[in-house]
């Protein structure tokens, strides 16, 4: 065992952290809200920064643009972006679709769009929820009937991040619907150009719009744009959540805010600065910053173990649970502790930590529900990782 | 990062393992948690055999040279089967004499620690029972030839079985000497033995006027102020290891049960309301498992890290007992027997979020590292 990180990963993670340093505007507290044009604009900027750089699609293999990295430094990558509240990096191209269709895809398929995912040109986005499909993902409606070359896709896709600012959908459909439930699916690749596409913008609850439901009336998608076979799509639809479930990015929110607070609660020009020196306060500051290295560690821990060949699913899900738990308790503690300012939004007038404590908070509700619930993930740690018995199903 | 073990440490878990499922059954436990000490000085006895306690003892003074990582492999593994042995006691106190001692008191003690000859085991917490590395119960009068040391030092751990006791005493020139304290058949020491509930042997010990060479100082003044509290944090990051390997065989032998344990047709850990609180006692275990191996791995390097100490009993106090409440939850009406075992486990969780430290004790050093 070590708790160290080896030179290599050391220096990748200055690199990163220096060209942020540059990238990102000098007065920059994020979080990054991509229907702002002028932040989807820095977004646009530092993924071809990283591009340049060679490390937007270092993940992916070498045949492929990438540099083959480790687990390790993917989890380096993800975990020094989000502790910077950078936008720019693009999970549903580099991380979800890539490494999928260089599974199942066509050799056209990844002709075209491998390229420019990698060159950050093309913005992805995520369609497998639907209005009456959550945790039961399998459960999902949405239509694509074969029509000479093309599939007829209707139904509606919700909850969908950066649609609004997506060129590209991948998207599960069902393909069969007389066959079980998981055995009628197949995965599209939907160009969001296509007529009878229809973005309906959804407000979140911290007042931003950061996810859309996406409509479908009778949308033609080329045949040739089908992943893997027909009605496999559970299983290739299923290899882009493995990349998603990771609490890294949590760890990493959660370790800034709180650097943040504690920086706040020890500088003596801060309006509640008095709070430092009461016992309760340094115990329950510390208590946070033990949780977020075990949180962390436990990202770390996943990673190492994607390095050994293996594929850590429960792993991954503690991780997961871990990250958002800890998450949404640093910033209810920053609310409190900021006591009256804490309820203050951000752009009031005498808000303090511009009012982010609580917009984060209120962000940080969706973190817990995204991704599979915590409540699911608890399910496959008791089922995967323990190996107790599933429920009988109906 | 490394999560696996290495050969070295591959090596100790299976012989652990298999030692310990035979010696350290259950009905080993409940003996000496009985209060019986000839059962627990047989264990001692061929946990030495096993050359346990030179591990970490260094090559040049007869020990293995192994890091407090390796050890904290071993401890795991005392720390699942509730072993009652003075391992950790033996190593923490041996290590604060390697990095504090002079030449020739380490080359007179490690030798035969590494032996077993030599048992030294922490006694630094008073009647106000703080771990407080500036608080003691014991005064010393210097003399010619060293220290006599009048007072009480409680919650002893394994005093029966020690030969010596490592003691912060205030001398009477208003100074702090950390001294080896021979406290086997000494006379002056009272030995008053305490119902522990963490089924180990613990003592409070008096002090009447004991006797202690100059050449069993370790240090004085803030030397000995910093060995007590470097003393202190080895000891919290070995109960947090310990109570690591509690919490992961309390988490399987929960699974064990409730897979097994058949109501309304089916086994209760098919139940999603117990899946849950099964998969939530699988975090925690793993979270303390994380930080107390990070934190024995900084041991291994220099010194160590302040912060990855305390965060690992933070998070092993906080957590522990919690896990083990839930696992009677899981076990219903027969996790509430005598017969059990499961209390067993539960006792020690309990009585060991506070040794060396409650979660309290070092969060407040953690804050202070925080900068706070």
């Known amino acids: 065992m070590r708790f160290d990180f080896t030179p290599e990963e050391s220096d990748f993670r200055r690199k990163l952290s220096a060209f942020l340093d540059g990238a990102l505007p000098a007065d920059w507290h994020g979080p990054a809200d991509e229907s702002r044009d002028d932040h989807w604009a820095l977004n646009q900027q530092i993924k071809k920064g990283l591009a340049d750089r060679g490390w937007f699609v270092m993940s992916w293999p070498t045949e492929y643009g990438g540099a083959d990295s480790s687990p390790m430094m993917n989890t380096i990558f993800a975990e020094e972006m989000a502790y910077r509240r950078a936008p720019g990096h693009d999970r549903f191209g580099t991380r979800m679709l890539g490494p999928t269709l260089m599974r199942f895809g066509s050799d056209s398929q990844r002709a075209e769009h491998l390229g420019a995912i990698a060159r950050g040109e093309v913005q992805w986005c995520q369609g497998y929820s639907e209005p009456n499909s959550g945790s039961d993902l399998a459960s999902l409606q949405t239509r694509a009937v074969l029509d000479g070359d093309n599939f007829i896709v209707n139904g509606a896709k919700i909850w969908t991040s950066l649609a609004h600012r997506a060129d590209m959908m991948f998207m599960l459909v069902r393909t069969d619907p007389d066959a079980a439930p998981h055995k009628g699916i197949s995965l599209l690749l939907v160009d969001m150009k296509t007529p009878g596409i229809q973005v309906l913008p959804i407000i979140n609850m911290a007042g931003v719009h950061s996810f859309n439901q996406v409509v479908f009336d009778d949308v033609r998608v080329p045949q040739a744009n089908l992943v893997g076979d027909l009605n496999d ?3 290739v639809g299923m290899t882009v959540l493995n990349f998603e479930r990771s609490g890294i990015d949590y760890a990493a929110w959660a370790r800034a805010a709180l650097e943040e607070l504690v920086d706040y609660v020890k500088n003596d020009d801060s309006l509640v600065s008095t709070v430092k020196t009461n016992p309760e306060v340094r115990g329950k500051l510390a208590s946070l910053n033990t949780e977020i290295e075990a949180a962390r560690l436990l990202c770390y821990d996943v990673a190492w173990r994607q390095g050994q060949g293996e594929v850590p699913s429960a792993e991954a899900s503690i991780s997961k649970v871990a990250g958002t738990e800890i998450y949404a308790k640093v910033l209810d503690y920053g609310t409190e502790l900021l006591g009256m300012y804490g309820a203050l939004e951000p752009g009031s007038e005498q808000a303090e930590l511009q009012g982010n404590f609580l917009k984060m908070r209120l962000f940080a509700t969706s ?25 009988p199903r109906r | 990062m490394d999560f696996g073990l290495t050969q070295t440490q591959k090596l100790i878990r299976t012989s652990a393992r298999e030692f310990l499922a035979d010696r350290s ?34 090559e040049q003074h007869g020990g293995a040279g192994l890091s407090f990582s390796d050890l904290a492999v071993l401890l795991e593994e005392l720390g699942a089967t509730l072993a009652p042995v003075p391992v950790a006691e033996s190593a923490i106190t041996a290590r604060i004499l390697e990095r504090f001692g002079q030449d020739a008191l380490k080359a007179e003690l490690l030798p035969q620690i590494a032996d077993g000859d030599v048992l030294i085991t922490p006694a630094i917490v008073g009647r106000d029972a703080s771990w407080d590395a500036h608080n003691t119960g014991t005064v010393a009068n210097r003399t010619g030839s060293g220290l ?57 010990l008096t002090f009447n006027e004991v006797e202690a060479p100059t050449s069993n100082i370790v240090a004085t003044g803030t030397e000995a102020v910093a060995a007590a509290a470097e003393l202190v944090a ?5 109960r947090a290891t310990q109570l690591a390997g509690l919490a992961r065989a309390v988490v399987d032998s929960t699974v064990e049960y409730t897979a097994g344990r058949q109501q309304f047709g089916r086994p209760v850990g098919s139940f999603q309301a117990v899946q849950h609180h099964l998969a939530e006692m699988a975090i925690a275990a793993k979270q303390v498992n994380h930080l107390a191996h990070a934190a024995a791995w900084s041991f291994s390097q220099d010194g160590y890290s302040v912060d990855r100490a305390a965060r690992a009993k933070i998070a092993a106090s906080e957590k522990i007992a919690d896990l083990c409440w839930t696992a009677h939850q899981c076990h219903g009406a027969i996790g509430f027997t005598w017969e059990h075992n499961l209390h067993l486990y539960t006792r020690r969780a309990l009585a060991w979020k506070t040794d060396f430290g409650d979660a309290a004790f070092h969060k407040a050093i953690l804050a202070s590292a925080m900068g706070l």
């Open chain 1, 233 to 235: 799509g559970w299983r």
């Open chain 1, 367 to 391: 973190g817990p529900i995204l991704a599979g619930t915590n409540e699911i993930q608890k399910n496959i740690i008791a089922q995967r990782g323990l190996n107790l018995p599933r429920a």
């Open chain 2, 25 to 58: 059954g259950p009905a080993t436990v409940r003996a000496v948690a009985d209060g019986d000490t000839e059962v627990a000085a047989n264990l001692w006895m061929d946990v030495v055999e096993l050359g346990w306690p030179a591990l970490t003892v260094s």
């Open chain 2, 148 to 204: 006599v040391i009048t007072g009480e030092a409680r919650f002893v751990s394994f005093a029966n079985q020690a030969t010596h006791a490592l003691t912060l005493v205030n001398t009477d020139d208003d100074q702090f000497a950390m001294v080896v304290v021979p406290i086997w058949k000494s006379p002056g020491v009272e030995q008053i033995p305490l119902n522990h509930a963490s089924g180990t042997p613990v003592y409070s």
């Open chain 2, 234 to 238: 080895t000891g919290s990051v070995a």
